[in-house]
């Protein structure tokens, strides 16, 4: 499986970015895409998840009626659309392909077994 993320940028705080993921080699025991982010000095954290089954989505509480992760299945890309973007959401962002378990542990990456490279975010006045 393989992951290229793409649309980083440096923005102003309050603006849109759209980033975007290309996927390739799936197989069936793929199960969702993950979008990821890493900030210098702090954990990595799970942004957002889209199940491949049902594009059922799931967010981090504090990018929920923000940020919005979909799926283009005949361009195999998933997208991260991030608005209103705050000083705190600069960070390098990955797209993760995997099998996360029911719950909540895919914030923590828990399943998700391939990773992109990532995508710069910059948000700065």
């Known amino acids: 499986v393989q992951l290229v993320e793409s649309g980083g940028g440096l923005v102003q705080p309050g603006s849109s970015l759209r980033l975007s993921c290309a996927v390739s080699?799936?197989?069936?025991?793929?199960?969702?895409i993950g979008w990821f982010r890493k900030a210098p000095w702090t954990a990595r954290e799970g942004i957002s998840c889209?199940?491949?089954?049902?594009?059922?989505?799931y967010y981090k509480d504090s990018v929920k009626g923000r940020f919005t992760i979909s799926r283009d299945n005949a361009r195999n890309m998933v997208y991260l659309q991030m608005s209103s973007l705050k000083l705190e959401d600069t960070a390098l962002y990955y797209c993760?392909?995997?099998?996360?378990?029911?719950?909540?542990?895919?914030?923590w990456g828990a399943g998700f077994r391939s990773w992109g490279q990532g995508t710069q975010v910059a948000v700065s006045s």
């Open positions: 889209i199940k491949l089954s049902d594009d059922s989505t």
């Open positions: 993760a392909a995997g099998s996360p378990p029911d719950g909540s542990s895919w914030l």
């Open positions: 080699g799936l197989t069936s025991d793929y199960h969702a």
